[in-house]
């Protein structure tokens, strides 16, 4: 089946330094990702729809210049935190879905730790 | 506001019977419903969905029941197994195509399911 995989799935790193998170589709191509960030006790959050050759879509809220995603390729997408700050310390997970299915297929996700 | 809701936080089972998991809706222009399982420390993976034109969908030991006019669908899982002990998220999507990834979740349902 479809795979989806992040890396690195956990990184911990000082206030204040950037750390970015791959997700890859290792045998479909994706021209749309999601990624998604899991608060403690909460559901998953949309943060923003990563979209091949343009500018990401954020969702409300969400504040573009701290999390910039990239999505260079049809199998490649990436989220950089920037100056990352405790409070940014969560689960990031990313999702890609193959074109006209209704399943989405996760990474494994990616737990930020910031000192 | 949230337009999944899962009331409940946790169910616990024994080996063996059913497990139902319940989930409601506010929107109706929600066509699509997908439940996800997660592990800790582990993205979510896609269990069963159901379209709206549908009541119901069976996939082996897991049954997913809509229920259009409650807004509300429920997953029963029989019989329950102690490899099912998990998250499930209960998701929602208004449109496959177009807003594919665009999920709203519920805050997700913890089941343990003891020998």
């Known amino acids: 089946g479809a795979v989806v995989s992040q890396h690195p799935s956990r990184v911990i790193c000082k206030s204040g330094t950037s750390v970015k998170i791959e997700c890859r589709s290792l045998?479909?191509?994706?021209?749309?990702m999601f990624w998604y960030r899991q608060f403690p006790k909460k559901s998953l959050m949309l943060m923003a729809t990563s979209n091949e050759g343009s500018k990401a879509t954020y969702e409300q809220g969400v504040e573009k210049d701290k999390f910039l995603i990239n999505h260079a390729s049809l199998t490649l997408s990436t989220l950089t935190v920037t100056s990352a700050h405790p409070e940014d310390s969560s689960f990031y997970i990313c999702s890609a879905g193959l074109a006209g299915a209704g399943e989405l297929f996760f990474g494994e996700g990616s737990r930020l730790t910031v000192l | 506001d949230q337009q999944v809701k899962q009331n409940s936080p946790s169910l616990s089972v024994q080996e063996g019977r059913i497990s139902i998991l319940n989930c409601d809706y506010t929107n109706s222009m929600f066509d699509y419903f997908l439940w996800y399982k997660k592990y800790p420390a582990e993205g979510p993976t896609f269990l069963i969905s159901i379209s709206s034109i549908k009541d119901k969908n069976e996939d082996g030991r897991f049954t997913v029941f809509l229920n259009k006019s409650a807004k509300h669908l429920s997953l029963h899982i029989v019989p329950s197994q102690p490899g099912d002990s998990a998250v499930y998220f209960c998701?929602?999507?208004?449109?496959?195509?177009?807003?594919?990834?665009?999920?709203?979740f519920g805050r997700g349902t913890q089941l343990t399911v003891w020998p």
């Open positions: 045998d479909f191509q994706a021209t749309t």
């Open positions: 998701a929602a999507s208004a449109g496959r195509g177009s807003t594919l990834g665009r999920l709203y």
